[in-house]
């Protein structure tokens, strides 16, 4: 659902408008009703803090990643009125708490389905382009985050800050997140994309890294519904059977599965057709492997092409971790629990940036993908902390404005022909360099 059409639903709205109420607009309550019975939290007992207002300070955890949740609480302004004006610090750990973190994950989830169910994203031959991919974060250094998410060992034991593995699932062409998964580091990938299968959609082609290959998976991803296809780099060795030729460069082939795999996965049979294209650019040979085996539909100019839509997932990891979570290394919570909590926060603060961006396109000829993903980001964040809210009527007119002040933040063209070779970084020097006039007088 646009943003724009929570706005219209404040008719029923007269003046002195709160805080809470102007955030709720943006993040359905609908949703947060939703998110917090299927969590088990939602109580009618009426608090100062109530569940919406901490589920906002954990958003606004990610949206001011340099500030204190105390701080954030009382900029936002999410306590409803009472004798005391600013809130205790105690009161929001004990909000946090209260909350946990399986509803902060159902709205992430209900919010991700409901916007790519009712938003039109850019097509390629009748699909809709997906990405899967991993990345870690770091968390506190202290026993209970070892035993929940581990870290890296070697011979000598762990060497490693404990870490939180995680797997997600995006559309690519807004960079939107539909779903993720995350677990300890023991946890592999291949292991966290099998359970984004229920989100998978319909009429769609998820773009794999090489590492993701399994035939148990990927068989599982073309039967979870209805032209939900796959494509990945072809591995160096192999294994097939030519079924025919469509071209010199284009082949159906048979792949074998193992005994282990039919082990690990019960429909899965002892054959799979798949598809092998070959192409090259800048005279360097590459090969895709695919479940996309109707020549007819699916051209072989095309397919040459679509795979490099993959790297848009690694942009949207470095929005989130350089620019919502500003490059810092470590989560802030120091409990198992609310490391999860915080995870699944700056999930959907990403994504209430990104609906932004969506809408702030929507009708017009540039994709979300073009604007200025941290540009974008201040200014929603500028719409939160300093829209007058004295009038309810007048909020979808400043609604208007930030989209309007979105268009703005279009990025130049990329370069098609960057290239970046893997270098040695340059090792720093352990003693500090001398100053000239120090070694004059030695």
């Avoid at 989830?109 to 790519?116: E, I, P, R, S």
């Avoid at 990345?135 to 250094?141: A, K, P």
């Avoid at 068989?219 to 591995?235: E, F, I, Y």
């Avoid at 460069?249 to 899965?268: C, G, H």
Wanted: proline letters at 5%; a positive charge.
């Amino acid at each position: 659902m646009s943003l724009i059409q929570h706005f219209d639903n404040m008719s029923s709205f007269l003046n002195d408008v709160h805080t809470l109420d102007k955030l709720k607009q943006v993040l359905d309550p609908d949703i947060l009703e939703q998110a917090f019975k299927h969590a088990g939290v939602a109580t009618v007992r009426k608090r100062r803090l109530p569940l919406e207002a901490i589920m906002w300070s954990v958003i606004g955890m990610s949206l001011f990643r340099n500030e204190t949740v105390w701080d954030i609480a009382n900029r936002l302004d999410i306590s409803l009125p009472g004798k005391n004006k600013l809130v205790a610090p105690s009161a929001l750990v004990q909000g946090r708490q209260r909350l946990g973190y399986e509803s902060v994950q159902h709205t992430f989830q209900l919010l991700a389905h409901k916007t790519f169910s009712t938003q039109s994203f850019e097509q390629w031959c009748g699909l809709n382009l997906l990405a899967v991919d991993g990345v870690s974060f770091r968390t506190h250094d202290n026993q209970d985050n070892r035993e929940a998410f581990g870290s890296d060992s070697n011979q000598h034991g762990e060497v490693s800050y404990p870490q939180v593995r995680m797997c997600s699932l995006m559309e690519v062409s807004s960079h939107l997140l539909l779903d993720s998964s995350f677990d300890s580091r023991r946890i592999g990938e291949m292991s966290l994309a099998q359970r984004l299968l229920p989100a998978v959609p319909d009429n769609s082609l998820t773009l794999f890294d090489r590492g993701y290959y399994s035939l148990g998976l990927l068989h599982q991803w073309q039967n979870q519904g209805d032209n939900t296809h796959w494509m990945l780099p072809a591995r160096k060795d192999l294994q097939y059977q030519v079924e025919h030729s469509i071209n010199d460069n284009d082949k159906i082939v048979i792949l074998s599965t193992s005994p282990q795999a039919r082990k690990k996965f019960e429909s899965l049979p002892e054959t799979l057709m798949a598809r092998l294209t070959t192409y090259k650019v800048d005279g360097k040979s590459y090969r895709v492997l695919s479940s996309l085996i109707d020549p007819l539909r699916f051209p072989y100019e095309e397919l040459t092409e679509v795979y490099t839509q993959r790297w848009e997932i690694e942009l949207a990891f470095r929005e989130i971790k350089q620019g919502l979570n500003h490059s810092k290394h470590t989560l802030r919570s120091k409990k198992p629990d609310m490391v999860r909590q915080e995870l699944w926060g700056l999930l959907l603060a990403y994504n209430l940036i990104r609906i932004v961006m969506l809408d702030a396109t929507k009708d017009e000829d540039i994709l979300p993908t073009q604007l200025s993903f941290s540009q974008s980001m201040r200014q929603v964040i500028a719409f939160f902390m300093f829209t007058p809210i004295h009038s309810a009527s007048k909020l979808p007119i400043h609604y208007d404005e930030l989209l309007t002040t979105l268009r703005l933040f279009i990025l130049p063209d990329r370069l098609p022909d960057r290239h970046y070779p893997r270098v040695i970084r340059k090792k720093p020097n352990k003693y500090p360099y001398k100053r000239k006039c120090q070694s004059v007088l030695n």
